[in-house]
């Protein structure tokens, strides 16, 4: 075979990673009289390193994430009485295989979604299957579908291995057809032993009112808070002293 030939047939294989690859590691070793398992070695760790990254972009975009945040980058200085110890306990992701659930409840601009994201994302990079949802956009969404849409929102809610209700309850009051589904989705990952993340800004007591019903938002709660980390956020905005920097920089924008 001849490169030409050597190239389509690792394309045919799919091992693109190797394909990629080919011409620096051929180079490489010609340059260094390298001996053929070393060359070979390089090669099929191109072709695992390709295929990891791939495996854990997929992941990524599959589960909803508009970024990817980590605890790396969150001040702990800026709202010290943020439950620290809690978030870090929860990024370990032993919650997950415990089918446990975390409550993270508090004013906004404290970092509720920022941490909520950081378990998700971590939770990508650990390899399991997770999807992150701005709670009301996606339940306004699920209540416009026909009922063949619903039926696959709802399987693409209860399946992975974590789901993350982000700002659940912003809209104050979210309409029968979103609080069916929050139910739904509550208890059937309630059974199968399946993780939920959710942040909000309102307290649990008013929970009730904004599901315009009482019985089922203490269902819901019952199943969500019986394995449960419960987070509360209590602290100044960070946007806030975002903006006031940007103004503070940039006096005449304001
Ligand atoms: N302690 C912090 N350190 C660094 N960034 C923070 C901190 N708290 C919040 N932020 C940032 O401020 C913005 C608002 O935080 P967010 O997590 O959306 O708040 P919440 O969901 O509680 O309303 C985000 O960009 C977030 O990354
Ligand atoms: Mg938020």
Redesign the pocket.
């Known amino acids: 075979m001849n490169m030409v030939e050597i190239e389509r047939a690792l394309r045919e294989l799919r091992l693109s990673g190797m394909a990629q690859t080919l011409p620096t590691r051929l180079m490489q070793a010609q340059a260094a009289q390298e001996p053929f398992l070393q060359t070979f070695a390089a090669m099929l760790q191109d072709e695992l390193d390709r295929r990891r990254t791939r495996l854990m972009e997929r992941r990524y975009k599959r589960s909803g994430l508009d970024e990817k945040?980590g605890l790396a980058?969150?001040?702990?200085r800026?709202?010290p009485k943020l439950p620290r110890a809690a978030c870090f306990e929860l990024h370990t992701l032993k919650f997950i295989s415990e089918g446990a659930n975390a409550l993270i409840v508090?004013?906004?601009?404290?970092?509720?979604?920022?941490?909520a994201k950081a378990l998700a994302y971590q939770a990508t990079l650990a390899g399991h299957d997770v999807r992150y949802l701005e709670a009301d956009a996606e339940f306004a969404r699920y209540a416009l579908g026909n009922a063949s849409e619903r039926a696959d929102l709802l399987k693409d809610w209860v399946e992975p291995d974590l789901l993350v209700l982000d700002?659940l309850f912003l809209a104050r009051r979210i309409s029968e057809h979103a609080a069916e589904v929050l139910q739904a989705i509550v208890h059937q990952r309630y059974k199968m032993r399946r993780s939920v993340v959710v942040?909000s800004?309102r307290v649990v007591q008013d929970w009730g009112r904004y599901l315009g019903d009482a019985t089922m938002a203490t269902t819901i709660l019952d199943r969500l808070m019986h394995r449960c980390t419960m987070l509360e956020?209590e602290g100044k905005s960070?946007?806030l002293k975002?903006a006031a920097a940007r103004i503070a920089i940039n006096p005449e924008s304001s």
């Open positions: 945040v980058d969150f001040d702990w800026f709202n508090g004013k906004p601009g404290t970092g509720k979604s920022h941490i700002d942040t800004n956020f960070y946007r975002e």
